[in-house]
């Protein structure tokens, strides 16, 4: 058969080499053919995902940034400072953490999703127009986020005022000022060159970006063990995959931003600096618990449960 995957980037970002390296998996070790759809092919990421519960579509990648509108749940994300920041860390997390392999399985579940990996796209920066070192700096700044209300919230408690947007909106956002900050991982900042629209990097290491990738529920339950399987498979092999490819690739995407754009400044925030962020994040968690009820506190002790054995590695 023909399966049809959609994602929200162009096919040589990264969920698009996830994406590839998929089919390649899948097209080697059966007769099924996988039809890749990148950004802009068949809509925004609320499109794309309205398309997989509809059944129109078999496979979907849809960031917890969007998800989270739909699934409350998924805003964990966004509960800034929780995710850990080596490369090592987050590696072992995600392969290894039973809220997200299990838990976060059967959330999905109940929305006709069928979860097969989440992944981490890298570590996300802020981009603006003039520099900042503190909450107070972000004051008026109209900052866009992806659509789900905790993001919302997260940017508020960081003095910012934020405006959530499909990303089809944010380059023409910036460039007619309705929106003067952003942010995202550097590969993104460069393919989508945001540095043409922006002026200013800055690492807050408040989060790194998480992605998800998902079948229609119906179609994967009807689907024969073996190509269960398979699909499992080619899911691993692509995780595996995409971790390899990111390496270093921030550092490489920095540089041709600023091969592009010699005078984009670089600013690193100092332990010192993020700790006035860093307090912000206590609000924001007790937000998720309000958005999520029960079901958001059980899931938000497995999680760090699972984040502590993985930065004890
Ligand atoms: O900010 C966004 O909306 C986009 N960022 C990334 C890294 N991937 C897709 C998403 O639409």
């Known amino acids: 058969a023909t399966w049809r995957y959609a994602f929200e980037e162009a096919l040589t970002d990264v969920q698009g080499v996830y994406a590839s390296k998929f089919k390649e998996h899948i097209e080697a070790n059966s007769d099924h053919r996988i039809q890749l759809f990148p950004y802009g092919t068949l809509g925004e990421s609320a499109d794309i995902m309205e398309q997989t519960q509809a059944g129109l579509l078999q496979f979907v990648d849809q960031s917890p940034g969007f998800t989270g509108s739909l699934i409350p749940e998924a805003q964990i994300f966004f509960i800034p400072y929780l995710l850990p920041e080596t490369q090592e860390a987050l590696d072992h997390f995600f392969r290894n953490s039973k809220a997200i392999n299990?838990?976060?399985k059967s959330i999905y579940a109940q929305h006709g999703l069928?979860?097969?990996?989440?992944f981490p796209e890298g570590e996300v920066v802020v981009t603006t127009q003039e520099p900042f070192d503190s909450p107070a700096g972000l004051d008026g700044v109209k900052v866009r986020v992806m659509t789900n209300p905790l993001l919302v919230e997260s940017y508020k408690a960081f003095g910012a005022t934020p405006t959530p947007l499909p990303w089809g909106e944010v380059y023409g956002g910036l460039q007619t000022n309705i929106i003067q900050g952003q942010e995202n991982p550097l590969f993104w900042v460069e393919s989508a060159k945001m540095y043409e629209v922006t002026d200013v990097i800055t690492f807050t290491g408040h989060n790194n970006f998480t992605t998800a990738v998902m079948a229609n529920k119906r179609f994967f339950d009807g689907l024969p063990a073996e190509d269960q399987k398979l699909v499992r498979d080619a899911m691993q092999a692509a995780f595996d995959h995409i971790m390899e490819y990111q390496k270093g690739l921030s550092e490489r995407s920095l540089a041709k931003i600023l091969?592009?754009?010699?005078?984009?400044?670089?600013?690193?925030l100092t332990?010192?600096?993020?700790?006035?962020?860093?307090?912000?994040a206590e609000n924001v968690e007790a937000k998720f618990i309000d958005m999520t009820g029960d079901s958001g506190k059980a899931l938000l002790q497995q999680f760090k449960q699972d984040l502590e054995a993985a930065k004890a590695q």
């Open 259 to 268: 091969e592009q754009k010699p005078e984009m400044k670089v600013v690193h």
């Open 102 to 104: 299990e838990d976060f």
């Open 271 to 280: 332990a010192e600096q993020r700790a006035p962020f860093r307090a912000a």
């Open 114 to 118: 069928e979860l097969l990996k989440m």
